[in-house]
């Protein structure tokens, strides 16, 4: 059974620097993709960053580019989200995710298995 748990959500002021992480269990995760997602209130779930777990691939949308690196340690089974520069519509509950496969990585319906989520709060 594949389980994530994602830590490291707080408040931060804009401008400042976040790093969250996604501990996976359950799998060997070589074949996966791992993907963040997040959630404004009253908005929908939208894709933040993903990679396959070999790291050969990353993807990012044109809003957190530049902004926002996705890592992993594989030593402790571990993916991270550095977010620097952040703005308060970067506000959101951030969730990691994993699928089997790296096609469609960017999409979250492509996702079987998801972690609780974590906050994330940038005041202005």
């Known amino acids: 059974q594949v389980q994530l748990v994602e830590s490291g959500g707080g408040l931060v002021q804009a401008g400042g620097s976040l790093r969250l992480s996604c501990a996976a269990s359950g799998r060997t995760f070589d074949s996966y993709a791992i993907g963040w997602f997040r959630q404004a209130p009253g908005k929908e779930r939208e894709f933040v960053a993903a990679m396959r777990w070999s790291g050969e691939r990353t993807y990012y949308p044109d809003s957190v580019k530049g902004r926002f690196t996705i890592s992993r340690d594989n030593a402790k089974n571990t993916v991270y989200l550095q977010m620097s520069s952040l703005k308060p519509e970067d506000t959101a509950v951030y969730y990691c995710?994993?699928?089997?496969?790296?096609?469609?990585?960017?999409?979250?319906?492509?996702?079987?298995?998801w972690g609780q989520g974590t906050q994330v709060t940038v005041a202005s």
């Open positions: 995710a994993a699928k089997w496969g790296f096609a469609d990585s960017t999409n979250l319906k492509a996702y079987n298995y």
